[in-house]
């Protein structure tokens, strides 16, 4: 059985818990658009936006190597979320078994 991962509630009221010392009153947090998750965090004002200089890029996305690179990647990227899924299971079948035989839980419980 994999363990599932926390809601996004869940880690925001964890977030927000965790911030205010044990004598402040807490509150729920505030519920943003889904659209815009962060946007305190990312919006710039409008005399800083001035400022802020667009960065050129010279990337050509339809060149080989750009390509080449964009599948290499995406296999790494593969092959990292294969090996965080068989780490998530917190051992062999063989080992999971033998914990659980023994009333004891896994690891990743």
């Known amino acids: 059985m994999v363990p599932k991962p926390p809601s996004k509630e869940l880690l ?3 977030r927000h818990v965790t911030r205010f010392p044990a004598n402040t009153k807490l509150r729920a947090p505030s519920k ?3 659209c815009h998750p962060r946007f305190i965090a990312t919006h710039t004002h409008p005399h800083q936006a001035a400022a ?14 750009f390509k080449e690179n964009d599948a290499q990647m995406k296999e790494l990227t593969q092959q990292m979320n294969e090996l ?26």
């Open 32 to 34: 943003q658009p889904a």
């Open 84 to 109: 965080h899924a068989s780490i998530s299971l917190g051992g062999n079948q063989k080992a999971r078994e033998k914990h659980i035989a023994r009333g004891k839980m896994l690891p990743r419980e």
């Open 52 to 65: 802020i200089s667009i960065l050129q890029t010279a990337i050509d996305k339809n060149s080989t190597e």
């Open 12 to 14: 925001a009221l964890l």
